[in-house]
T-cell receptor
């Protein structure tokens, strides 16, 4: 595997379900991000992690719960979602947050989530 | 409040022509301006990026022009090819990665053969 991978690629869940999205980066990076891509809206930053520490929570509802067990893996735990949460959820990584290399973010292919 | 405004929303260009996409930003703390290319079913891929200390950066057929005083930057695709048909996003970031990237809404580019 190379780059940033995400599983599953597609997910359909009911509003009462609990599911998790997984992201893995194979780039040796120290920072990871969750973004939400909805139709007709710009990509929105959800969470930022640096060395497994959360550094940004962009006013995201508590029904989205991130977890970063190590610098290579990032999870997004989902529970009691709403239909308007249907979107493409993208994971990204960068070298770190402070250096010039920090600015280059590499994205995974995303998980297409549909909430019914 | 949308901090990065992108236009046009969609663009059709003939093969061999020049595709031009424009973005304007509001936050003067931004110091990094990348462009991403996204194909259907794929995540955004970094295409080219510029810092505000230069006015232009060129990589192959792709050029970013940057106007700091106007707070505008644009992507030019020279000799546009059908394989360039994709959605293009401008973005901006400042002060390191903690705030993530602020994206424009995207431009759906179609290159007609």
């Amino acid at each position: 595997e190379t780059g940033v991978t995400q599983t599953p690629r597609h997910l359909v869940m009911g509003m009462t379900n609990k599911k998790s999205l997984k992201c893995e980066q194979h780039l040796g990076h120290n920072a990871m991000y969750w973004y939400k891509q909805s139709a007709k809206k710009p990509l929105e930053l959800m969470f930022v992690y640096s060395l497994e520490e959360r550094v940004e929570n962009n006013s995201v509802p508590s029904r989205f719960s991130p977890e970063c067990p190590n610098s290579s893996h990032l999870f997004l735990h989902l529970h009691t979602l709403q239909p308007e949460d249907s979107a493409l959820y993208l994971c990204a990584s960068s070298q770190d947050l402070a250096s010039a290399e920090a600015y280059e973010q590499y994205f995974g292919p995303g998980t297409r989530l549909t909430v019914t | 409040q949308q901090q990065v405004k992108q236009s046009p929303q969609s663009l059709i260009v003939q093969k061999g022509g020049i595709s031009i996409i424009n973005c304007a930003y509001e936050n003067t703390a931004f110091d990094y301006f990348p462009w991403y290319q996204q194909f259907p079913g794929k995540g955004p891929a970094l295409l080219i990026a510029i810092r505000p200390d230069v006015s232009e950066k060129k990589e192959g057929r792709f050029t970013i022009s940057f106007n700091k005083s106007a707070k505008q930057f644009s992507l030019h695709i020279m000799d546009s090819q059908p394989g360039d048909s994709a959605t293009y996003f401008c973005a901006a970031m400042g002060g390191g990665g903690a705030d993530g990237l602020t994206f424009g809404k995207g431009t759906h580019l179609i290159i007609q053969p």
